[in-house]
């Protein structure tokens, strides 16, 4: 995954809204998003490694009745990963880093303890979010510490974390105006229907505006490729081979308890993916 939106507490009845493109090789095999059966894990697979780009705890409850529907129990834990783009090739021997985000969903420890447990030279370069409905961390192995996120709209892609890019500033720059007031009005006055927004959503992640030459990043690639890596989708027949394979939309619903009303509010993690199809020639 290339790049992500994360708007973190920005909404009490909504405090996770992430946006996501995934960026790889478009003969390297994938599964779409679905329960894993494997692992309590909702995501997409990389079926070349095993791991996965994002996804949620999420573990199918076992029923007597094989005729209902299936019921899912999670535990609030999200995760995503991208890879830093340095000019640094990965070693044989790096584990994937589809493990950093399966890892996480997987165990008991809160989003810092994880972050700071990551043995960070096991991997090729990489940003990791990691998050519950109460903390949300950012890590990678470039010399960023594990760090909390504030409240507020977080932009992640190749680089480091504070790292002003055009296509992080144009997906900061539309997500603000374009969809963070379309939520807004959703939660009050369209009891928090996300058909309001989600349309413009995918409509921004789906920009293929490229950077101008004097604002290409320096990441040791040719500038070429830099300018073909530029945009938020990635869709360009200067890179036949590669582009943006998936786009993804992660909430966190704050939702009433309804058997106890003084109890604190049920937390509720949506993942929509959908397979991005490349249309250039």
Known sequence: MCIAAIAWQLFDEMPLVLLSNRDEFLQRPTTPAHQWVDMPIYAGRDDQSGGTWLGIHQQTLS??????????????????????????????????????????????????????????????????????????????????????????????SNGQPDNAWFKSERLRSRVRQEVLPLISESLAFHNGDKDYWLPAAWEVLTDTQQAPDEQLPDTGVPPALEQALSSICIDTSELPNYGTRTQSILTLNKLANSNNKTAEPLSKLTLQSREYLIKHS
Do not use: C, M
């Open 63 to 156: 029923s007597d009745n094989v005729q209902s529907e299936n019921v899912f129990s999670q535990n609030g834990r999200w995760a995503a990963v991208l890879n830093f783009r340095d000019g640094v090739q990965a070693a044989l021997d790096q584990r994937s880093r589809g493990e950093l985000v399966t890892d996480f969903l997987t165990s008991d420890l809160s989003p810092l303890a994880y972050a700071r447990q990551v043995n960070l030279q096991a991997y090729a370069g990489f940003n990791l979010i990691v998050g519950d409905d109460k903390q949300a961390v950012i890590v990678n192995n470039r010399g960023y510490p594990p760090t909390a996120l504030h409240s507020g709209l977080h932009i992640i």
